[in-house]
């Protein structure tokens, strides 16, 4: 397909963080030699008309000489063309007098007191000054440095004082952009080095984990800095070893579903011949036969089960949730009947619950995870499994505790763990894994709070909404 030969000129130039970082730098310096600048061309003002002044006070001692010795007139105009003013006049005591008086302008623009002037007034007259183009006549007052009780009256022309600002005002323009420029560069260099660079390798570690996790040479190596980087390169580091961990093992369960999906259906259809088979050894007359028959019959029916159960496990994941509201009570009703089949009725469901309280989930689902958990403490050996629950805020909680002997500890660590929590020869390790793994599709969870030798003691919880919280709090005891 040909491409717009334009497409390339339109599209936008994209600048890094290290470019904004310098151009950002560059602009921040130069605002602070904006403020910096705006007191200097005023103070630079206000001494270039105290020089002026002064000058002007120096030109008219020159003057005082004894009468026979009278300056002449080109005297005089060298005198002003020294000073650089145009007239010059004295007030002493209260008098004026007129010193010096060359070409003077048929007016004068504007008075310009030195005494009166303070910080932000000369700041004001000197942009005043820069806008104006220098074409005034100014009238300047001020005290002599020489002597401060004659005040000093001149006229000058505002051209010189324009053109020495502007020339001022270079100066401190190429100044700025040297002190910018170098300080950019400075700052730059500390922020790739500190900053932009670990940033970038963050980054890159980030990108090559993300295309290919399994690859153990492209997790981050954690460094040695103590500063807000170092400790997020090191938790990135953790992050990356636990998340390929899981997905190592997550791959693995995969490929442990893929094969027990693709093996299930014979499987099953073998051991259904083998239990075909079985059926008719307990008719034998053989004594030898009779004997091993129930053993057979044992651990074919085990091995179907635990088909059946991997293969649950597998597929839990792609059950969607059938939200519906629904009274805890029916349920728990429906466990209690099923619990005769447990050990021929020798572990007793205890629950009472008012008809009112509801949860709002997959009614299926928390079935089958109440189940699980009464199946479990009915094998463990518990005679009495005891209910209690609350309605709180946010949260349904039920608590689900049996007098049975406890787990081990060797195992309360690995529990929810599949293929590692279970505590009875021949168990799957599956019940609790999947138990969890729906209680946490509904955004609770459920958690061993307590086992001992009194007991184990499970919690379930539910997130609800605030305003469809169950409307009572039954605790269920034992009767």
Known sequence: MATD???????????GLSARLLVLTISFVMLSEVLIYAPSIGRFRQSYLEQKVAASHLASLALLVPEDQMVGKEMRAALLDHAGVLAISLRRAGRKELILEGDMPSRV??????????FFMSILQAFETMMGGGNRKLRVMGPSPKNAEVMVEIVVDEAPLYAAMIEFSIRILALSLMISFITALLVFLSLQWLFVRPMRDLTASIIAFRDNPDDGRRLIVPGKRSDELGLARRELAGMQRGLRRALI?????????????????DLRNILATAQLVSDHLETTQDPQVRRVAPTLLGAIDRAVSLCKKILGFVQEGNTSLEMTRFHLRPLLDEVSEVSAAFRDGATVLDYRVDAAFELHADRDQIYRVLANLFRNAAEAGAERVTVK???????????????????????????FQPFSGSTRTGGSGLGL??????????????????????????????????????????ALFRG
């Open 5 to 15: 030969p334009t497409a390339r000129k339109r599209r936008p130039i994209r600048f």
């Open 109 to 118: 623009d504007k008075t310009v007191n030195l005494a009166g002037s303070g």
């Open 249 to 265: 093992q997550r791959t693995r369960l995969a490929a442990i579903g893929t094969a027990v999906t693709k093996i299930n259906h």
């Open 389 to 415: 629950a609350t309605a709180r805020e946010d949260e349904a909680v039920i608590e689900i505790a049996d007098d049975g002997p406890g787990l081990p500890e060797t195992v309360r660590e690995t529990l």
């Open 433 to 474: 894994a999947i138990a969890r793994d729906l209680m946490r599709g509904h955004g609770g969870d459920v958690a061993l709070r307590h086992s001992g030798p009194e007991g184990t003691t499970f919690v379930l919880t539910l997130p609800v909404e605030t305003q469809e919280a169950a409307r009572v709090g039954v």
